[in-house]
């Protein structure tokens, strides 16, 4: 491969020489060019808004490195880039970076802090993805650098950046590259490349302090920060400057017996999903006879202490036994009790105009606190109530098929991730624009989890046996209704519980070297070539208790020997950005033509190398309008826990096709080292209207302030990686073999689903907007801005059973909703009006809508194609998720700095009155009054309020659990329960 990368290079050099020499470089323009000028857009475009290039004290524009290209530049080009800036933050309010990406409608919040906010597979964590791909497909990166990994991947497989790890006042701005970047940056930005923009260059200081809470009286936040710099000419030479900025946010728990649609009866939203369960296992408990195969269900309101066979419900083989789930309400939290701080240090300094040396740090801690239901014990944990127990009336031994103890108390979870990154370099800058930068990259993260109330396995049996030291001859009841809040065990609590403990570590490793400019100025632009090499070590290493890493924790959360690893990576990369047309070469219907060419090449340690190019096209014919055109192929590498990890397991309800049960089984997924990485080909079209932004005399020019777009993008992604679902296996076994096994009774006691290659995912969508910017008139000024996503198309093929038993890959269409994929359809729209009042103060208001738009719930029959899948839906219903649309409304007013108090400069020999004066009073006379006033106190003072959701609109109804919902009864994932939020801010710069 890295033949074929070098191949592809020279040819696209080849090229750029071929048109250097047949370029017509006698062609002159119809006009003049016109000169260079800031960019003024929209707060939000698809071409990079203003903030993303620096005017420079001359009055030109500084040349920056924008996402998606290796050479800093000014403007836009054929990268297909959407900005979102400060001011596009501030009109919003949002205190996270997950509420600010979530904002965009191309992207999703799949793993946030309010999914799983209980006992969570990945506490305290945010991650996004782009096009309602996973959250693995999606490159985030912290100024054009990776970050490291978030140190509990979910399900211990699956890698991702926790966005909420970066501090919020260290934002310049967030650019998104809305196609692939493989060609540039490697794995992972199959469906784009989010980059944050920390602070570079700033003087003065900004303090701003942030309080909110719901209508409840709950999910209170307090976020403060500090943001101070300098830039100045040193006394030993050269330039510095320093911006460092802190930032604190605490935030506390919604309970779900706070919000009625988050527990309870579902019959109260929805009449054909009645009794869905607050937990994956009973209060009341199921227990299967190891001789008999009856199943014994717990009658509710059983108490003990005397036991018989009258507090059972008895179910023969092959029978349905009695749903008798109650809902009582249970410590169990919605949104979880989260601290975080943390800040930055950017540093530059230049000892001459050709050289710059910096210094790139950035640190968090992350601490998180919240409780779940104590989840008991199950088959899974292979516990058996002896025949001999007092308590068990069958004559025969009993398998639990799972009951809660709630009388342990609830899981209280505590865990503290601290994450670090720094970045030190220098640039070399050369004549001709050419550069050479070389840096060095350090990134951790760790973290440290507690569970506590856990139950200590081996000793619970001993408790049930009558066995446990220091209690022989006394025995363990576990036949009592766990609702009624009694304690019939209580005498074993402080023998029996136990805490688990998770260490993780993860640790990015970066050399880069690259280098580039230009190499020949052609009359439609100057032709740049660029390329470096990087080498970079990453690792995941886990560690638990004891008791967790030998299975001897009911229910574990970390079960089993966990994983150690690390990968190598080499690589090596280019481009070519050639200019067709434009500057002094271009005519009306031909204003700009510029190509971009990249690859790159990379060898991993662990699985082989991959090589992927791109190629983007921007074509102007007029100055207000702009195609752009991509075509991008990608890959993902393995993750390391999907190549090693050791096997996991978790809980898993299924419908069991052989006797019509429904109960809880053992799912095992492992690591597959015969993994191929996931590859990718996308495609890009996009359209740019600016009416009247090249030239104020035109037809258009009464339209300038208004930026139209739309665009298209395909996305392939082949060999996508994954497990197949447990009711699937369950449903075809045939299809599967090995896969599933049934114990001695004929019920399932564990699926075995380890990672593989399963099949192809596919989607199309379009995304488009506009916003208008008028001039400030007499009124005020308007700001409109709108901006949508609809996925019109998003296919899966994967390895599906058939309901012969055999296997086969299967297209499964999701039209109109997509599932766990995310809506269809995302919008978010604001309307801000704004004025100067009293001099130079600013007035604001305005409102913002998110629409967003119904999907499939977790469960689907996709059209009837899967017959396994068909098994295990609620009554037979697909449910349906509906819409959910809020209003925010924010007001704002700005105070403006004081005008300058000055004396007024008489006649030579006079006083202000026109009185002839001599003496030093007519040559230096006193300023007037003083500038300490209340105007100056309040000087560059913002004072901020908002009402997010003001119609306090609940989020709609979800049914099912999957594998990023727990049992809220809300998507997770698109909504939140946090319903009418009222929020206060003050800003101060000095």
Not at 17 to 43: E, K, N, Y
Not at 430 to 450: A, C, K, R, V
Not at 489 to 500: G, K, M, P, S
Request: glycine letters at 10%; aromatic letters at 12%; proline letters at 7%.
């Amino acid at each position: 491969m890295l033949r074929r990368f070098t191949n592809r290079f020279l040819a696209a050099l080849a090229v750029t020489l071929a048109a250097i020499v047949l370029a017509p470089i006698g062609a002159r323009s119809q006009q003049d060019p016109a000169p260079a000028t800031p960019v003024t857009t929209a707060p939000v475009s698809p071409e990079i808004s203003a903030p993303a290039n620096q005017v420079t004290a001359g009055g030109e524009l500084e040349k920056v490195t924008v996402t998606g290209y290796l050479i800093p530049r000014v403007g836009g080009g054929p990268q297909p880039v959407f900005t979102m800036d400060k001011d596009f933050i501030g009109k919003q309010s949002d205190q996270t970076i997950n509420d600010v990406l979530n904002r965009y409608p191309g992207g999703l919040s799949q793993q946030n802090a309010m999914t799983f906010a209980g006992n969570s597979n990945s506490p305290a964590s945010s991650a996004f993805g782009l096009r309602s791909l996973p959250a693995g497909d999606t490159l985030v990166l912290i100024d054009g650098y990776r970050f490291p990994s978030y140190p509990i991947p979910i399900n211990s497989a699956f890698n991702f950046v926790d966005i909420n790890s970066i501090p919020l006042a260290a934002v310049e701005r967030i650019e998104i590259l809305k196609d692939g970047g493989s060609a540039t940056y490697g794995s992972d930005a199959v469906a784009g490349v989010v980059n944050v923009i920390t602070k570079d260059n700033y003087n003065g200081a900004d303090i701003v302090n942030y309080f909110g809470i719901s209508q409840r009286g709950d999910f209170e936040v307090y976020h403060g920060s500090l943001t101070a710099g300098v830039a100045d000419k040193p006394i030993f030479g050269g330039k510095f400057s320093v911006v460092t900025a802190f930032d604190f946010y605490s935030q506390s728990p919604i309970e779900s017996v706070d919000r009625w649609y988050a527990y309870g009866d579902r019959s109260k939203l929805s009449p054909n999903y009645p009794n869905q369960a607050v937990a994956f296992f009973p209060a009341n408990g199921t227990f299967t006879g190891n001789n008999s195969g009856n199943t014994y269900s717990v009658k509710l309101g059983t108490t003990g202490p005397n036991i018989t066979g009258n507090d059972f419900v008895t179910t023969p083989p092959g029978g349905t036994a009695p749903s008798q789930q109650t809902f009582v309400p249970v410590d169990e939290q919605l949104a979880a009790r989260e601290t975080r701080y943390g800040g930055i240090v950017n540093a530059n300094y230049e000892p001459t105009d050709w050289l710059k040396f910096y210094d790139r740090f950035i640190i968090q801690r992350n601490e998180e606190n919240t409780v779940t239901p104590n989840q008991g014990f199950s088959a899974g944990d292979g516990i058996v109530i002896p025949a001999n127990n007092p308590f068990n009336p069958f004559g025969e031994a009993l398998t639990p098929d799972g009951q809660l103890e709630r009388e342990f108390g609830p899981w209280s979870t505590d865990v503290i991730i601290r994450t670090l990154r720094n970045i030190v370099g220098g640039t070399v800058q050369l004549p001709h624009d050419w550069f050479i930068d070389g840096n060095f990259l350090y990134g951790e993260s760790d973290s440290t989890q507690y569970v506590y109330n856990a139950i200590n396995k081996s000793r619970l049996q001993q408790a049930l046996d009558g066995t446990l030291p220091g209690f022989q001859g006394v025995f363990f009841n576990p036949f009592t209704d766990q609702n009624l809040n009694i304690h019939p065990n209580q005498q074993f609590y402080n023998a029996l519980r136990t805490e688990q403990v998770q260490n993780n570590r993860t640790d990015i490793v970066q050399w880069t070297l690259k280098a580039g400019g230009t190499v020949y100025e052609l009359p439609s632009g100057p032709l740049t070539v660029a390329g470096g090499f990087e080498y970079r070590s990453e690792s995941l290493i886990q560690g638990n208790d004891i008791n967790s890493e030998f299975n001897n924790i009911t229910s574990a959360d970390f079960a089993g020997h966990l994983l150690s690893a690390r990968r190598y990576i080499k690589s090596l990369y280019g481009e070519v950005d050639l200019p067709l047309a434009g500057e002094k070469w271009s005519w009306p219907g031909l204003r700009n033509l510029d190509v971009v060419f990249s690859e790159r090449y990379d060898n991993y340690s662990d699985f082989g190398d991959a090589e992927k190019p791109k190629i983007a096209v921007r074509y102007k014919p007029f100055d207000d309008l702009t195609f752009r055109g991509t075509y991008a192929e990608g890959f993902i590498a393995p993750t390391l826990g999907e190549l090693f990890a050791s096997p996991l397991q978790f809980q898993q309800t299924i419908l069991d096709p052989t006797n019509g049960q429904t109960y809880n089984i053992l799912l095992q997924n492992g690591g597959n080292p015969n993994l191929k990485p996931q590859t990718s080909y996308g495609y890009y079209l996009e359209a740019i209207w600016t009416p009247g932004s090249g030239d104020e005399n035109s037809w258009w020019h009464w339209a300038k302030g208004f930026t139209g777009y739309i665009d298209w993008y395909q996305i392939d992604v082949r060999n996508e990686i994954g497990t197949i679902a447990a009711q699937t296996l369950v449903g075809a076994p045939g299809a599967f073999p090995g896969t599933v096994i049934r114990g001695g009774n004929g019920l399932v006691q564990e699926v075995i689903a380890n990672y593989q290659n399963l099949g192809d995912v596919r989607t199309d969508g379009i995304d488009f907007g506009a916003s208008y910017l008028t001039k400030e008139y007499d009124w005020g000024k308007l700001d409109f801005e709108l901006n949508a996503t609809y996925i019109y198309k998003f296919s899966r093929k994967r390895l599906e059973g058939n309901a012969d038993g055999t296997a086969s890959f299967q297209v499964l269409q999701e039209d109109d909703s997509l599932g766990f994929g995310g809506p269809d359809f995302k919008m978010v729209t604001s309307l801000f009006y704004s004025k100067h009042v009293c001099g130079n103060d600013n007035f604001r208001t305005g409102f913002t809508l998110n629409y967003i738009d119904s999907q499939a719930d977790g469960l689907t029959n996709f059209h009837g194609t899967l017959p396994a899948v068909d098994a295990g839906l609620t009554n037979g219903f697909i449910h349906e998720i509906g819409s959910w649309t809020t209003v925010d409304w924010q007001i704002s007013y700005e105070f403006g700095a004081p005008p300058e108090v000055t004396p007024e400069s008489p006649r030579p020999g006079y006083d202000k009155d026109g009185k002839r004066i001599i003496g030093e009073k007519a040559i230096s006379p006193k300023p007037e009054g003083t500038r300490w006033n209340w105007r100056t106190l309040l000087a560059n003072t913002t004072v901020t309020f908002g009402i997010n959701n003001i119609a306090d609109t609940r989020p709609p109804l979800q049914v099912a659990a999957g594998p990023t919902n727990f049992f809220q009864g809300f998507d997770t994932t698109t909504t939140t329960p946090i319903q009418r939020y009222f929020y206060f801010q003050i800003e101060k710069k000095f």
